[in-house]
DNA sequence: CAGTGGTCTAGACCACCGA
DNA sequence: CGGTGGTCTAGACCACTGC
């Protein structure tokens, strides 16, 4: 709590700017600001800097909704304990399905501990290292949506493996019960023709077109979590806005 | 070409940089600037504005790459003669293949005027009006990769029913023979099964999966052209980086 | 070299929100 | 009412580019 000292940054090799937004950064990483963030006043004397210098600071954080900001209300950290700015073509589905008003629940297949050396590669890992295997049928309002495998490594992930996965989402037990936050990461989206199994766990006649999901989610920049979905395609698509203005916006 | 008075903007109900913004916009629009944009000192004399302000009315039209910017060089509009931020599915399917030095080229199958009541309404246009319908394979090294149906208003789009779309992109010809800009729209991607007509003209064996990508395409804010993808989906797949900073980005 | 955009300052007025 | 963010000004210094 220094109140006349401004406060230290790191070492001076970009913007003044930037180095504030990255101390910012890791002061809410580390949990200050619970309970209120500064304003764009307050932190421009704490950093004994410019208004505009905080602002262009805080830019990047507003726009990822690290941070509230609105005229007149009092800004707040709006990760610590509530959901990450959902993104991704597998959201996407889910989401749809709530606002359609459908109930959503899971049936648990598998929850276990397994190897698998095509998967270890996919995340960096040594082809016989432990890896935390969990397998769902997604259903809505109890109709079959989705089948859903999904590997993580097991050093870390071990309290998972009591967790009931009927009603809960996987990442919101990854980051409370791992302290485990998926950042981002790439997702590939093809379409297959369902198997024997697949056919009949999500309840569809043969032949029948399934869109599958591949994704690889990243902690820290290196790959934690390897993901396959395969989704009904006749109950569900993927629908997505684009503009010059905000690029491409799944809906 | 005033010089000592300032620029007149339109109404005085938004913030000083919106109306510069939407006043350099139209200025873009109507062809000024062809030989070099004005640089921000330039801008804030001309408008009478500090920089700061002109700053601000620039941020957008940077971030769409309307006009570029980089320090030391001279400020241009990019927009105009080339080719706009591409987004959306479909050009990512198609990039990916030319990334992989795969020669590209289409066989038109079916260039005239239809009517289709269907797509009218699709369209916002009456039931009976008459409709520009382009219908092509899409091979990539010779190939077949896609068969893709297109419907415009064939009001404004007379000039197309002469061009050859065996090596022309459609985009590019909207704009340079019919002066219409796709600026944005909507997308649903589905998965389906191929019909004996499509698997034949694809070269797969049924049944087979297909992508199945529907879109509507805006100019001004309403719909100019349905667009219906099938794509080959052994053998092209959409790949898309996610982050909470940069949201979904197809590659 | 002159011109560009990037960064930064030290003020200011205002609309809006919540207590 | 006090505090918030949104907007705006009139300067300044600098790194970089292209001539």
Do not use: K
């Amino acid at each position: 709590m220094q109140r006349s000292t401004p406060r230290s940054l790191g070492p001076d090799d970009g913007p003044l700017w930037a180095r504030i937004e990255a101390d910012l950064r890791s002061r809410i990483e580390a949990g200050e600001f619970r309970s209120g963030f500064p304003g764009e006043h307050a932190l421009a004397a704490e950093y004994e800097v410019s208004r505009q210098t905080v602002r262009q600071a805080l830019r990047r954080l507003r726009e990822e909704r690290l941070v509230s900001a609105e005229r007149g209300r009092t800004p707040r950290v709006t990760a610590d304990g509530v959901l990450e700015q959902p993104v991704g073509a597998l959201y996407s589905l889910f989401a749809s399905v709530e606002s359609a008003g459908r109930s959503q629940r899971s049936i648990t297949r598998v929850l276990e501990v397994r190897r698998d050396p095509m998967v270890a590669a996919a995340l960096q890992l040594p082809s016989q290292a432990p890896l935390t295997y969990l397998e769902r049928v997604r259903l809505a309002d109890d109709e079959p949506m989705a089948l859903d495998h999904v590997w993580l490594p097991a050093e870390g992930t071990e309290p998972l493996l009591h967790v009931d996965f009927g009603h809960t989402a996987l990442y919101a037990e990854l980051r409370q019960r791992c302290g485990v936050r998926i950042s981002g990461g790439r997702e590939q989206i093809r379409s297959v023709l369902a198997d024997h199994a697949q056919a009949e766990l999500l309840g569809v006649a043969q032949p029948a077109a399934l869109t599958y999901i591949e994704r690889t989610g990243l902690v820290a920049g290196r790959p934690f979590e390897h993901r396959r979905t395969f989704v009904r395609s006749d109950r569900f698509a993927l629908t997505a806005d684009f503009s010059a203005r905000d690029g491409y916006q799944l809906r």
